[in-house]
C-alpha cells in the first residue's frame, strides 16, 4: 500500500508536541510491515538543506486567483528506517520538504514569540496541502492512502474530493482514499474567510465543504467534513469529542460523522522510551530488576537540588504549561493545590516544562520558597527520561488529552500515574482499587485543585500504608503493550475500510485497481524524478487577512475525589487518615 502522511511536523525536523512522534513512529511501523510511506512537511528556516537532498526543477503549484507559487523540494530518508550497515532495517521512509521561501523561511512553525499566530497561517498550510499533490506529480508517485494530520493538514482531503477527484481534474487520483487524524480538537485554524479565494476552490466548496464557520473560515472543519475516514488518538477521546463539553463547537459535525469516526490509540516509540535499553538514564532495568530505578531516583533527587531519600515519594512532571495539561488548578496563584501539596505531604515535586509566562513564574516563586519542590523551566529529552525514570509517581492533572504520552511512559518505567480521567488517560490507566489491589494508577473526574490534592494524598498514603499493592501496580504498568506495531495495525484496518467504504480494491501489487483482491504488502521503487534545471523559489504574494485562533474548552462532568490523603509529617505513617475535602484556598504565596 503506498501512504502519503501530510503534516506539519515530524521528529526529528519540527515538534511542537505529541503529533510530530505519532507521524513519524507510525511511518515507521507501517513501512516496517511492508508498506510504502513517504511523508511530506514544510521545510522550515531550521532545517538545515545542507543535509537534504535537492530535487531537481521548481514544482509549480496553482493557487487562487491565478496565484502560482513556487517552491523547491527537498528529500531525505527518515532515520531509523534506512538500511544501515549490521543492522536489519525497514525500508526507507523517504521524507519530502516543500521548501517555499516566503511562507516557510521564518522562525517558527505556527507563531512566533512576537506574533504567537502568524497571520498568514491559512495560506501558508493551504499551499503546503495543494503542494502535496504537486509533490506526487513531481516524483510520479499516487498514494492509495493520503493520511492527513490536525488543522494545518486538514485542507489536503478537500482538495483531494473537490479538486483532484472529480470528473475533468487529471485522474492520478481517482482511487486515493483520505484519513484525517485530529491529534488536538483545541487547534482549529480558523482564518478569516477573505483568506478563503486564495485555495483556489469555488466558494461553492467553502459551504459544501464545511468551511464556513460563523462566517470565519475554519480548516479543521473542512477536512471534517471532507476526509472519507476520520479517527482520533483514542478511542475514549473520541467519544468525548462528540459531546458539546469536549467538542470545541465541532461535537456536532463529529456526531454527523460518527459513521466514519473512530479512536486508534497511540503507540510510543519503545527504542526511546524504553527502561531496560534507556542511553539517557544512569542504569537500565526492568521489571525483573528494579536497581535502575532506584538509582534513577538517587541522580534524580542530585540533580533537582533534592534531599535524597529512598523512602520519600517523588511526583514527577513534565508538561507544556498551558490551560490544557491543568496548570490553572495545580499552580494558579492562591488558589492551585501544588503549594498544599508540598505543605501537608511528605513528598518530593519535580516538573520540568515551559509555556506560559505567569505559570513559569508562579513555578519558579514555588521552587524558591518550598524545600521539596523543584522545577526546571525548558525542554530536555534527558531530564524528561530521568524524570520518568526516578519518579514514584507521574502528575497529570489534565482538563482534556487526546492521548498523552507521558502516562504510558510512566506506566513502562514502573512510574505510576496519577491522573484526570479524560481522553486516552481513561484508556491507559487504571483505577486503584483498594481492596482488590488492583489497578495501574490514581485517577479523579473532576478537574479542580481540591481533586488533585485529594487524589496525589491518596497516593502518597498507599505509598506509606500499601506499599504491597504499589509494587504489584508498578509490574502490571511495566508489563503493559504500547507499541506502534499494534496501532499501525489498527491503522491498516482503517485504511482498509475506507477503501471497502469508497468501492475501491487494492491489488496484490499493493495499488488501487479494479482488481478482486484486497491484499497490503508490497514494497515500490524508489520514484523517478525529473531531471533537468536547480529549483528556485519564487515569492509568494503577501497575505492579507487577519486570523483567529483556538477556544478552551472546560470540561464539565462531576468529579468524584478520592479518598484518603494522609497528610503531611515525616517517616511512615501508619493508619488511614480521612483525605481533607479540599486544598487549603491560600497557598501563602505572596507577589
Ligand atoms: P502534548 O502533545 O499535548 O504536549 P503528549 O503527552 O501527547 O502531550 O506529548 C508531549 C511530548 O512532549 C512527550 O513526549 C513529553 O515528554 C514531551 N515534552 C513536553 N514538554 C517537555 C519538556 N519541557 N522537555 C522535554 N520533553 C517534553
Known sequence: MKILMVSSEAVPWAKTGGLADMVSALSISLSKMGHDVRVVIPRYYNIDRDKLKLLPDAMGTPMGSGIQEWSAVYTTDMPGTASQAGEAKSNPVKVYFI????????NGIYGSPTETDFIDNSRRFSFFCRAAFQLCRKIKWYPDVLHAHDWPAAVAP???????????????????????????????????KDNFDYLGLGWDVFYNGGFEDWSMLNMLKAGLYSADKINTVSPNYANETMTQAHGFRL???????????CGILNGIDTDVWNPSKDKLIPE?????????????????????GLQVNPDVPIIGMVTRLTDQKGVGDLFGPTYGSAWSICRDFNVQMVLLGSGEYWCESEISGLASRLSNFKAKIGYSEKISHLIEAGSDFFL????????????????????LPIVRATGGLVDTVENYNEKTG?????????????????TVGWAVWAWYNKRNDIEKMKMRGMKKDFTWETSAQKYIELYDATFKAQGISISKAGSA???????????????KQSSSTAAKAKPADKPKTADKPKAAAKPKTADKPKAAAKPKTAGKPKTTAKPKTAAKKSTGKKK
Do not use: W
Open 99 to 106: 521548501d517555499h521561501e516566503i511562507f516557510f523561511g521564518r
Open 158 to 192: 478537500v482538495y483531494l474530493k473537490f479538486a483532484e477527484r472529480v470528473p475533468g481534474a487529471g485522474g492520478e487520483f481517482k482511487k486515493t482514499v483520505s484519513i484525517l487524524t485530529i491529534h488536538n480538537l483545541g487547534y482549529q485554524g480558523i482564518y478569516h
Open 251 to 261: 461535537d456536532g459535525v463529529l456526531r454527523y460523522r460518527n459513521a466514519d469516526y
Open 284 to 304: 537500565t532495568y526492568s521489571f525483573k530488576n528494579m536497581d535502575g530505578k532506584a538509582k534513577a531516583k538517587e541522580t534524580l533527587q542530585k540533580e533537582f
Open 396 to 415: 497529570m492533572p489534565s482538563s482534556y488529552e487526546p492521548c498523552g504520552l507521558n502516562q504510558m511512559y510512566s506506566l513502562v518505567y514502573g512510574t
Open 438 to 454: 488492583e489497578g495501574t494508577g490514581f485517577m479523579f473526574d473532576y478537574l479542580h485543585p481540591s481533586s488533585i490534592y485529594n
Open 513 to 527: 485497481d479494479d482488481a478482486e483482491s484486497v491484499i497490503v504488502k508490497p514494497k515500490k521503487s524508489a520514484p
